[in-house]
């Protein structure tokens, strides 16, 4: 019995090393290479290391545009998640708790976000008509749109598992309808919402459609934006573009370390309840 | 968001020319900001360009030689993917009223598909457009109007060979299919890859050269035939000038003339392939070279090039295709800036600026503008083509049909999967879609 736990253990950390770290080790092996030898795209090691001469050459193509395009991002990232939990938890609950002749209507609005896809053009118009078309603030409200159906989703169905009653606890005790929100449930939200944030960051991090599209101009890229400067129909530079990879993956590892036990802690917490 | 989102059609769509004319008509007024600028005065203009090394160099060179000489000129140079992507983009800016001064994109039937009647200004009135060459002006004119200024060389479309092993194995440079072919079963006798095709990844187009590279040979039969298509007159099933392209493709396949990898090669891998001398014929454009030489500069010198020969000895002559273009959208703010800055782009100091930033893969489109003189081998070649006056435009420039799915059907071809005449008979069906789209009369 002992022993084969063992080996089922070993087949699966045999399975995730495969999964993730070959590809992590790949990337950094051709971010490591010259430019004519990267792209055979070959899993061997590089004759010359020159991933320092790569990643200043990242970093220092148009004018150090990766350098803006990072800061772009992060903000865009952190804006819209921020965004997309408070209103995703707002909507999520008063959907469940408050029942009324307009539910199924919402319910139909929100399952339309999720399927019907974006069109370009008109929302570019609404935007222009709005006068925030190009503007860092409206792609961060793009992505709060396209990411709040699925937020929702999420959300409404996790309220249902709060019990009424603590509800009708705070109401007794006297709180108002913003404290009881932000201050018992939103708490209780904890779990579903690191949920929201890891799947949803990771969406909008690595987004290229919506920026491309909604936020265009030099100042404006995002990082997934400069990946396009290093790959086309008859020039190919694999060694940047893997050097761009690899410096781009760094902000979610690092994410991902620092949180990675709150979570965890945070995934399982809400598994108890059942 | 409902109402919004009810009408949402997939991008790809939206670039019709219906909708380009409505676009512009509804946002006229949203840009609103300042008025003509006169040329005096600082002037900031912006150029969309794609990201690609080869055009972000030849324009920063361009940019930078212009603004030297014209102080209160800043220029600024902003980036969009390349590919379908890329054209997604061009039509979604020039739909909604957003584009920049000016911006860069190919001629020929790409830029028919922009509508360019409604939605780029025209410069056949410009003076500097007599310099352009009118093989340059017939890829960029639709209706009456001419609306692009050349930037980069002309290509060829044929087949870079490696030197070496032709001097090895003793072989001429072929004039006729039949002498390519011979070639072709000594190179293999010696156990070198005769024809290079690349169908892997991200690398289909190659597959496309035996088909469009082949033009110069059709017009040579049948003078004329690019109308005759364009007007539903002449497809390619029924011409045998036409389908032999497809033809050869299949009889590449069936004598085993191609690398046994072709499946999975890539255009990277091909260019090994051939400047390593491990292949010795890949039909490709002459672009490619720029590649070789910054991949495997010592190698350059082995890389030579021909056009797709034809049946007639006689009459050896290169498709040839027009580099990209510069245009100004309609409703610009500095459209009297944008212009001089093309008078400088047609002119030979333009020219000179472009050699000086990425050197030469060909002639320019340009009168009066002279090449260096250590030109790589291939380059030279394609010049003996330009000199000699052999060159006909393929047909992407000539007619504004061209299916989507051509390289498609050219692999299925060079795979065995089909025959040239099948392969020319689907290609005929592929057209029939995208003519009718363009509402082309006789369709």
């Known amino acids: ?274 | 968001m409902l109402s919004r989102k009810i009408r949402a059609r997939r991008l790809g769509a939206v670039g019709t020319v219906a909708i380009a004319g409505l676009a512009l008509a509804g946002c006229s007024g949203g840009g609103g900001a300042t008025d003509d600028e006169s040329a005096s005065g600082p002037v900031e203009l912006t150029i969309l360009i794609d990201s690609t090394e080869a055009t972000v160099s030849t324009m920063q060179g361009l940019v930078d030689a212009y603004t030297a000489e014209n102080p209160d000129v800043t220029i600024e140079l902003e980036n969009r993917p390349q590919g379908s992507e890329g054209d997604n983009v061009v039509k979604t800016r020039l739909q909604t009223g957003d584009m920049p001064d000016l911006f860069w994109y190919n001629s020929g039937s790409l830029l028919q598909a922009l509508a360019p009647e409604q939605t780029l200004v025209d410069l056949s009135g410009e003076s500097f457009m007599d310099a352009v060459t009118d093989t340059f002006k017939a890829g960029v004119t639709a209706g009456e109007g001419v609306y692009g200024v050349p930037v980069g060389n002309a290509m060829g479309g044929g087949v870079l060979y490696n030197k070496k092993v032709y001097e090895q194995l003793g072989l001429e440079v072929p004039t006729t299919w039949a002498d390519f072919i011979s070639n072709s079963e000594a190179i293999k006798a010696a156990g070198i890859d005769p024809i290079i095709q690349s169908y892997g990844a991200d690398s289909t187009w190659t597959s496309q050269l035996f088909v469009l590279g082949d033009y110069y040979n059709v017009e040579a039969a049948d003078p004329g035939w690019a109308e005759k298509f364009t007007a539903n007159e002449a497809h390619f099933a029924d011409t045998p000038s036409a389908q032999l392209g497809f033809d050869h493709l299949q009889e590449g396949f069936e004598k085993g003339l191609y690398n046994a990898d072709f499946g999975t090669t890539t255009y990277a891998d091909a260019l090994e392939k051939l400047a390593t001398g491990t292949g010795a014929q890949y039909p490709m454009l002459t672009f490619a070279v720029s590649e070789i030489q910054a991949n495997f500069p010592d190698n350059l010198q082995d890389v030579g090039f021909f056009a797709i020969p034809g049946e007639d000895a006689s009459d050896v002559g290169m498709t040839t295709w027009l580099s990209a273009a510069l245009y100004i959208p309609q409703g610009g703010e500095n459209e009297a800036a944008a212009k001089e800055f093309l008078a400088f782009v047609a002119s030979p100091e333009g020219c000179d600026a472009q050699t000086e930033a990425v050197g030469v893969t060909g002639p320019y489109f340009i009168d009066g503008c002279d090449l260096p003189a250590d030109l790589p081998p291939a380059v030279q070649d394609l010049q003996a083509y330009f000199d000699s006056g052999k060159t006909f435009p393929a047909l992407e420039f000539l007619s504004p049909v061209k299916g989507p799915s051509l390289e498609q059907i050219t692999v299925a071809v060079g795979s065995g999967i089909n025959t040239g005449a099948e392969g020319a008979a689907l290609y005929d069906d592929d057209v029939l879609k995208q003519a009718q789209q363009l509402g082309l009369e006789g369709w």
Do not use: C, H
């Not at chain 1, 002992?2 to 092996?29: D, E, H, N």
């Not at chain 1, 004519?36 to 200043?56: K, M, S």
């Not at chain 1, 893997?242 to 979570?263: K, Q």
């Open chain 1, 1 to 274: 019995m002992k022993t084969r736990r063992y080996v089922a253990g070993g087949i699966a950390i045999l399975a995730s090393l495969v999964v993730f770290v070959v590809p992590f080790v790949f990337i950094l092996l051709t971010a490591g290479k010259g430019r004519a030898e990267a792209n055979q795209l070959e899993f061997t090691w590089p004759t010359d290391w020159q991933l320092w001469e790569n990643v200043v050459e990242v970093w220092n193509t148009r004018d150090g545009m990766f350098l803006t395009a990072m800061i772009n991002s992060v903000i865009l990232t952190v804006a819209s998640v921020s965004g997309m939990v408070v209103l995703g938890a707002m909507v999520g609950y008063v959907l469940q708790r408050r029942k009324g002749w307009w539910t199924p209507v919402a319910n139909v609005l929100i399952l339309a976000g999720l399927i019907i896809p974006p069109a370009v053009v008109p929302t570019i118009w609404v935007m222009q008509g709005l006068g925030i078309y190009k503007t860092l603030p409206g792609l961060v409200m793009i992505e709060i749109a396209f990411g709040l159906a699925f937020t929702v989703l999420l959300i409404r169905a996790f309220v249902a598992n709060i019990p009424r009653e603590l509800d009708e606890a705070a109401l007794i005790d006297g709180a108002g309808p913003l404290r009881l929100f932000f201050q018992v449930v939103f708490p209780l939200l904890r779990s579903v919402i690191i949920t929201v944030v890891v799947v949803q960051s990771v969406f909008v991090f690595n987004d290229f459609q919506n920026p491309l599209y909604f936020l265009p101009g030099n100042e404006n890229a995002t990082v997934q934006l400069t990946l396009f400067n290093f790959q086309s129909q008859f020039n190919q530079m694999r060694n940047l573009l893997f050097t761009d990879i690899l410096l781009i993956t760094i902000p979610p590892l690092l994410m991902y370390m620092f949180f990675n036990r709150r979570i965890v802690a945070g995934l399982t917490s809400g598994a108890i309840k059942g």
